[in-house]
């Protein structure tokens, strides 16, 4: 299977994107995702992208998906790799 390449170890970027979504909210205020399991997002990750030819373990890519109530502790993405904001449309 052909995995999406992601350039210049920009993985994190990725994965930054990735958790921005799951905060996203619809007009009526209901969440876009569901984020009840997060082993779906980890799963993308590491399923379908690969951080210069080579494969994303799912033990990396799970280490930015845990629940608050997990005692596994949440890798932090650096702030130089927070390269994207994703912003909700402006109603007309």
């Known amino acids: 299977m052909r995995k999406i390449?992601?350039?210049?170890?920009?993985?994190?970027?990725?994965?930054?994107l990735f958790q921005q979504m799951q905060k996203l909210k619809l007009?009526?205020?209901?969440?876009?995702?569901?984020?009840d399991m997060l082993s779906p997002y980890y799963k993308i990750v590491s399923n379908y992208f690969s951080n210069n030819k080579k494969k994303i373990s799912i033990d990396t890519?799970?280490?930015y998906f845990v629940g608050k109530d997990n005692s596994q502790?949440?890798?932090?993405?650096?702030?130089d790799r927070q390269l994207f904001v994703?912003?909700?449309?402006?109603?007309d």
């Not at 007009?27 to 984020?35: D, E, F, H, S, V």
């Not at 502790?73 to 702030?79: A, L, Y």
Request: aromatic fraction near 6%; hydrophobic fraction near 30%.
């Open 5 to 16: 390449e992601i350039y210049d170890d920009y993985h994190t970027t990725v994965i930054d």
């Open 27 to 35: 007009p009526n205020g209901a969440p876009l995702l569901r984020k």
């Open 61 to 63: 890519a799970k280490n």
């Open 73 to 79: 502790k949440e890798v932090k993405i650096t702030e």
């Open 86 to 91: 994703i912003v909700p449309k402006k109603k």
